[in-house]
């Protein structure tokens, strides 16, 4: 267990360290998720009002010809600080991902994969947020994601051929 929590204080780290160095430089020019192969990008999508409902979970694969990311919507119940709704999602290998968090809690939240997929969103996603990131999905496998702020609240992906 206190390794755990060690590799989630040493991720939390990172990404404060990210974020903090990032502040002030120029905004680099948006990939191509066609060609793109950079492990993630993140955005920011529409703020949800915050007495919204978690929105069903979808997910929306992509068009075989026009180079979409799979959406994947993960989101918290209003009725559970400490829960990822759903929990698990499935994408195959390679497969270009747009991630979404809602966050319909009362407490703030975030969504973050450890290495190989290396993404997360921001680092506090207020009650009545939502962010995105994009990533291309690894090898076959499953891959937990996590909160920062509560390393207990997990999920999975699943990676499949």
């Given at each position: 267990?206190s390794?755990?929590?060690?590799d989630?204080?040493i991720?939390l780290?990172?990404?404060?360290?990210l974020v903090?160095g990032?502040?002030g430089e120029?905004e680099?020019?948006?990939?191509?998720?066609?060609t793109?192969?950079?492990?993630?990008?993140?955005?920011?999508?529409?703020?949800?009002?915050?007495?919204?409902t978690t929105?069903?979970p979808?997910?929306t694969a992509?068009?075989?010809t026009?180079g979409?990311a799979?959406?994947?919507t993960i989101?918290t119940?209003?009725?559970?600080e400490?829960?990822y709704?759903?929990?698990t999602?499935?994408?195959?290998?390679?497969e270009?991902?747009r991630?979404i968090?809602?966050?319909?809690?009362?407490?703030?939240?975030?969504l973050?994969?450890?290495?190989p997929?290396?993404?997360?969103t921001?680092?506090?996603?207020?009650?009545?947020?939502?962010d995105?990131f994009?990533?291309?999905?690894?090898?076959?496998?499953?891959?937990?994601?996590?909160?920062?702020?509560?390393?207990?609240?997990t999920?999975?992906?699943?990676?499949t051929?």
């Amino acid at each position: 267990m206190s390794g755990r929590i060690l590799d989630s204080c040493i991720a939390l780290l990172l990404v404060v360290m990210l974020v903090v160095g990032c502040r002030g430089e120029p905004e680099a020019a948006t990939p191509d998720p066609a060609t793109d192969t950079s492990t993630a990008s993140a955005e920011t999508i529409p703020t949800a009002s915050a007495n919204a409902t978690t929105p069903a979970p979808r997910r929306t694969a992509p068009a075989a010809t026009d180079g979409a990311a799979a959406e994947i919507t993960i989101g918290t119940p209003a009725t559970n600080e400490t829960l990822y709704l759903p929990d698990t999602a499935k994408v195959g290998t390679g497969e270009m991902v747009r991630m979404i968090f809602v966050n319909s809690t009362n407490t703030p939240h975030n969504l973050t994969f450890n290495e190989p997929i290396n993404a997360a969103t921001d680092s506090y996603i207020e009650a009545g947020q939502s962010d995105a990131f994009t990533f291309t999905a690894p090898r076959p496998g499953d891959y937990e994601f996590y909160c920062t702020l509560h390393p207990w609240m997990t999920g999975t992906l699943s990676v499949t051929p």
